[in-house]
Structures are given as C-alpha cells and as structure tokens.
C-alpha cells in the first residue's frame, strides 16, 4: 500500500441526502480518468468529536478533524491495468466536502 492523499476530482454527483447515497462511479487523479469497476468496502471515519468544542468556531474555519467517508476501490483507466485505490471525501457542514485519493494498493 502507497499512501497518497492528494486531491482528486469526483467525476460522480452526490445524491441528494449527502455522500452515504452513493459510491464514486469516477474520478480523475493527474489528468486521468478512472471508472470503478466495483466497490471492495465502504467505511466511516468519524472525527474527533471531542475536540470540536476546544476552539470557537467561525464560518470560515474548518472543523478540526472532519468526517471521512472511505470507499476501497477496484478502477482502472484506457491503457493502464485495473488497481485498488482508497477513495476519501471529507465531509463538512453543508454535505459537500473535498475528495482525495488516500492510498493506492499495488
């Protein structure tokens, strides 16, 4: 396993009701494109909740440690071999948040 953690482009909308609708169906990561072939675990990753009354909170500061919601992959794009890939979207107050690709299996 290679720990990535950089930004990604989702190439899939969130369903109404936030990200547990759906599973990625796409992403982008260095200019390819990668379709999922099929979904290999799904998990939460709650925040430290118990941090969050720590500092006082404006509209422009992130939560301290955010949710994350991880899906394990198997994707591939045109040319290159099939892989699996740990997807994370940090949610934040508004069910958007910020999509990265968090770790590549070889």
């Known amino acids: 396993m290679r720990r990535i953690d950089e930004s990604i482009e989702s190439l ?12 990625p ?14 979904v ?3 998990w939460v990753e709650t925040g430290a909740w118990w941090r969050q009354g720590e500092r006082v909170r404006t509209t422009s500061q992130p939560p301290p440690d955010p949710e994350r919601w991880l899906w394990r992959v198997e994707a591939g794009s045109r040319g290159s071999q099939t892989g699996v890939f740990d997807l994370c979207l940090e949610v934040d107050r508004s069910d958007a948040g910020r999509w990265s690709l968090y770790a590549i299996y070889d």
């Open 40 to 42: 290999l675990a799904h």
């Open 12 to 23: 899939t909308p969130l369903a109404a009701g936030g990200p547990a609708q759906g599973a």
């Open 25 to 38: 169906l796409a992403f982008r990561w260095r200019g390819r494109r990668y379709v999922v072939g099929s």
